[in-house]
């Protein structure tokens, strides 16, 4: 009778099999850690500003629209989404808007998710084309819209700062990141992604979800940085 290699025995080389799948899974979390342990991050998407006024130039001399009381050559609507999309919470985030010198400020609305127990948001300034807003606690998945109305603006131009300690901050409009998004989705499909999910499909690949989830948002921000 032969004698049967070892790594032929079905007990050897399951323990062989777990061993290195265990071993994998470890570098694996390693690396993960590495790339992911602390986000700490605050983003920005900025729509398009949406006018509403809108006059035919054969009557524009002849309208006079006022805004309590202070005729307005322009009435503007912006809207704007700050949300942490980070695995770490961050704290008194500003919100620093800007509008031409001509603008004027004249309400603004702040919508929440979750609703109920979100951290405070306070004004720090509501003047003319300037608008400072302070939140005291941004969750991980947290989100802030603010739609803002301003009257006699020069332009439809928008600034938002946010710097804060220790915090990355991004700023896209809506439209540049659907772009990004559809690039992404448009290109050819990348080689490493295909074997990713080959292995992912193996009794010991789950681990290399995070990998391509990873590979995906490297992708979609080189997009995005390319159609700002």
């Known amino acids: 009778m032969q004698q ?36 700490r991050r605050v983003d920005c998407v900025i729509d398009n500003a949406s006018s509403l006024l809108t006059v035919s130039d054969a009557i524009r001399s002849k309208l006079e629209v006022k805004y309590s009381g202070e005729q307005a050559t ?12 980070g695995n770490q919470a961050v704290g008194n985030q500003p919100i620093l808007i800007r509008l031409d010198n001509t ?3 004249v ?32 969750n991980p998945g947290d989100r802030v819209y603010i739609e803002l109305i301003s009257v006699n603006n020069a332009s439809d131009l928008i600034d938002v700062y946010m710097k804060n300690a220790n915090v990355i901050t991004r700023f896209y409009t809506r439209e540049a990141a659907e772009s990004a998004i559809l690039g992404v989705l448009n290109k050819q499909i990348d ?24 590979i995906l948002e ?4 080189k997009a995005l940085r390319q159609r700002k």
């Open 4 to 39: 049967m290699n070892w790594y032929e025995n079905p007990t050897i080389a399951a323990i062989i099999g777990a061993v290195v799948g265990a071993v994998i899974t470890a570098l694996a979390s390693i690396f993960i850690s590495k790339k992911t342990s602390i986000i």
């Open 74 to 85: 322009s009435v503007i609507l912006f809207n704007l989404e700050v949300f942490n999309p």
């Open 103 to 105: 603008a004027k400020i």
């Open 107 to 138: 309400g603004y609305s702040l919508k929440t998710e979750p609703e109920v127990g979100f951290g405070k948001i306070h004004e720090l300034q509501h003047q003319n084309s300037e608008l400072d807003l302070t939140i005291e606690l941004l």
């Open 191 to 214: 080689p490493t992604i295909v074997s990713l999910a080959m292995i992912s499909s193996l009794p010991f690949g789950g681990f290399v979800a995070p990998f391509m989830a990873i």
């Open 218 to 221: 490297q992708k979609f921000e």
